[in-house]
Nanobody
Framework: QVQLVESGGGLVQPGGSLRLSCAAS????????MGWYRQAPGKQRELVAS???????NYADSVKGRFTISGDSAKYTVHLQMNSLKPDDTAVYYC?????????WGQGTQVTVSS
């Protein structure tokens, strides 16, 4: 079992910034993908950004140029720097790690963008 510990959510004004972090509880496979998903009320969970053990990144079109994902493969941690936040970014953000046929989710952290 792998636990993911998330931190960094909160309330921010439009145009502001937040940094989310996620750490795995133990070492895992050398080949993995870690990412951030979000789910707004009444909407499906969607991919925000992901990064693999080689540093290859992927972003949703809606966050390109505003969000940056980074990771430390030795520590199985991933960070999401969110800039120029908009009210539409309001959601619960979930960390996920996938390796082989297994995947694990964090419990989620609330991000609210409001004036």
């Amino acid at each position: 079992q792998v636990q993911l510990v998330e931190s960094g959510g909160g309330l921010v004004q439009p145009g502001g910034s937040l940094r989310l972090s996620c750490a795995a509880s133990r070492s895992i496979s050398s080949f993995y993908v870690m990412g951030w998903y979000r789910q707004a009320p009444g909407k499906q969970r969607e991919l925000v950004a992901s990064i693999n053990n080689g540093g290859l990144t992927n972003y949703a079109d809606s966050v390109k140029g505003r969000f940056t994902i980074s990771g430390d493969s030795a520590k199985y941690t991933v960070h999401l720097q969110m800039n120029s936040l908009k009210p539409d970014d309001t959601a619960v953000y979930y960390c996920k790690i996938a390796f082989g046929s297994r995947s694990y989710w964090g419990q989620g952290t609330q991000v609210t963008v409001s004036s």
